[in-house]
């Protein structure tokens, strides 16, 4: 179905090749993940599958690409729409239209389907995808989750011979992700159509994919099973951390195939000691907070305190009211009813340096927060606000994501570098407060790593709070002291990460599936657990 011939790529100015005399064919009916680094090249790799690159990117691109037998080189990315269907990694930008049913029909009216089978198709992709309830809501309205699932189901609705998806379920909360996935399994199996991914979270999709392709720093591709490609990469799930952890001597993709061969170490007696949270002085303050938009009501008289120091997760599926919750606790959205106290005052009257000084906020979309023409413009503008000295904000740029270019455009760069670009600036100011959404969207496992460390460095340090807004249950598990659980807009469960995730099945993180009844969450609390029992 696609063939990569010798192909080669680079960006003008670029420092580094993106891809390396890649060679491969990929066969109808194929599921294959594309997997690297953050800014290692994955999104480049989908968009020549569609001749996006470099038809309208630029670049410099030897060797060929064929689609089921036509090459991207002869024709423009228009006349593969019947053919090819991609979800870019920002849905929003793509969005012709305003309401759902109007975007999921668009392609079709343009290329003059009949309005029975446009009809007949919208249906069908509404019920797959779980849309029915938002087809006539404004796609602006919607959470960022549901605008992915969108997305997927515009592309979906065009019967495509080949589904490229670019971080398909980095906004997803992990139930709407199980359900993509599966959607796409089946498109595979039942339809054969040939599916390739890029995706970080990697605990998500392993189990489902046929091969992997593995883009190196350097431009060098690997491609195998997952077996083969995850048995020698340093960018590997929990799972199969946790199978290195303890020697064994084969691994799986799967929770079920793990559990098998860890029978032994979780029949180990071990004694669970409560940690009874330290009272500290309140710093978020909500009390009866009602968000409404029109006659939707977000969120429904919630109360809750979060205190200094604490590093507390915000979690619910999609639409649950996570974004309005730190909106309002950021002062960019005003109740309906209720207060939100920050500090002992109104965030919204903070302005100007107060602000920054106090509150640090990381919206869902970064790249709302820059204006620079450059990334050493973008840091070095944040020194001088912060008053660090020349240099800081690059530095720990280059700490999360290194080899990013100074000189390069921050719209330029891909949505995990532009993401660690905005925490930069954001985490060297020290602000009072920090409030995050969705940060780790586009991060790659050792970015996540560095990035957790720094977070509970700032809380630990500075005593201050940290507030997030997350899908990533991976990263909840290493990083949170508290869960706080939305659903419908109402506070279902308030309590240490541990009692939360390990109540919820859906939510939980792998280690604690594998391992359960065992109450380890991460392959840390297992070493631990095992060294104390030794």
């Known amino acids: 179905m696609i063939t990569f011939s010798n192909v080669s790529l680079i960006y003008p100015h670029s420092t580094k090749t993106i ?103 919208v249906e069908e992709v509404l019920d797959l995808l779980s849309l029915n309830s938002v087809r006539n809501r404004a796609i602006s309205s919607l959470s960022g989750g549901e605008q992915q699932r969108v997305a997927i189901a515009s592309a979906l609705v065009m019967h495509p011979k080949v ?39 990697l605990e998500r999709v392993i189990q489902f994919v046929d091969r992997i392709i593995y883009i190196e720093s350097d431009g060098e591709t690997s491609i195998g099973s997952a077996e083969e490609i995850l048995e020698k990469s340093t960018l590997v799930p929990p799972i199969i951390r946790l199978a290195r952890a303890l020697n064994l001597s084969e691994f ?18 071990t004694q669970v000691v409560a940690q009874p949270r330290p009272s500290t002085s309140p710093v978020i303050e909500v009390d009866s907070l009602q968000i409404q938009y029109g006659d939707d009501v977000a969120l429904h008289k919630i109360s809750t305190v979060i205190g200094q120091g604490e590093i507390v997760a915000l979690m619910g ?47 869902q979309e970064p790249a709302d927060l820059l204006y620079g023409q450059s990334v050493r413009g973008e840091c070095t503008q944040a020194d001088v606000q912060a008053g660090l000295t020349p240099g800081t904000t690059l530095a720990f740029l280059n700490r999360l994501v290194p080899a990013i270019s100074e000189t390069a455009h921050p719209h330029d760069l891909s949505e995990g570098q532009r993401l660690a670009l905005v925490l930069s600036i954001v985490l060297s100011g020290n602000p009072k407060l920090l409030i995050l959404d969705e940060p ?33 249950v991976e990263l909840v598990a290493e990083l949170a002291d508290r869960v706080i659980f939305l659903a419908e807009g109402e506070i279902v469960a308030d309590g240490s990460t541990l009692d939360v995730l390990l109540s919820s099945p859906a939510f939980a993180p792998q280690v604690a599936k594998i391992m359960s009844p065992q109450p380890w969450l991460t392959v840390d609390h297992v070493v631990a657990a095992l060294a104390a029992n030794s």
Request: proline share 4%; aromatic share 4%; hydrophobic share 40%.
């Open 163 to 201: 589904l490229v998806l670019d971080e398909p379920t980095s906004a997803l909360d992990p139930i709407a992700a199980e359900e993509v996935l599966s959607v796409l399994h089946r498109l595979v199996h039942d339809l054969s159509v040939t599916v390739i991914i890029a995706e970080h979270r």
């Open 19 to 121: 891809l390396e005399d890649l060679t491969c064919q990929i066969a109808e009916g194929e599921m294959v993940l594309v997997m690297g680094q953050t800014g290692s090249g994955k999104s480049s790799l989908l968009r020549l599958i569609n001749g996006l690159v470099p038809h309208h990117t630029g670049g410099i691109l030897a060797g060929d690409i064929t689609v089921d037998g036509i090459s991207t080189r002869e024709v423009k990315p228009g006349s593969l729409a019947h053919l090819v269907g991609i979800v870019g990694q920002n849905p929003i930008n793509g969005f012709v239209t305003d309401i759902v049913e109007e975007e999921i029909a668009f392609g079709m009216e343009a290329l003059n389907f009949a309005p029975d089978v446009m009809r007949k198709r």
């Open 440 to 472: 780790t969207r586009g991060l790659d496992y050792q970015a996540k790593a560095l990035f957790t460390l720094a977070l509970k460095e700032y809380a630990k340090t500075l005593n201050n709070p940290v507030l997030l807004a997350t899908h990533d």
């Open 317 to 363: 599926r999609n639409g649950a009211g996570k974004s309005s919750l730190l909106e309002a606790i950021v002062g960019v959205l005003n109740p309906n009813a209720g207060s939100v106290r920050v500090y002992g005052g109104d965030p919204a009257e903070l302005a100007g340096s107060k602000r920054r000084e106090t509150i640090g906020y990381v919206p």
């Open 252 to 269: 799986g993709t799967s929770v079920r195939e793990v559990r098998r061969l860890t029978t032994e170490v979780r029949n180990i007696d």
